[in-house]
């Protein structure tokens, strides 16, 4: 069971990576970072995925992860 919901959450992260580019990064992180689950792991390791293929850039793609967790990071600060 906890597979299957581990394949689709995977499989989900990386369509949405890679149809919304840095925005759909940006807009995952956001979402993960304020308790709705969807894993930043899973994010960033779609981006780093992407970023080996050369569709990203892996520093642009760090940043862009970061900025989406600071609206999280500000709440709690």
Partial sequence: MAAKI??????FTLHAVGAGGYLGVLLLMA???A?????SE?????????????KFNLWLAALVGTVGCLPAVARRG
């Fill in 31 to 33: 979402i993960g970072c």
């Fill in 42 to 54: 899973l994010v960033m390791l779609s981006s780093g995925s992407l970023a080996v293929e050369g």
């Fill in 6 to 11: 581990l394949l689709g959450l995977t499989t």
């Fill in 35 to 39: 308790c709705v689950p969807i894993p």
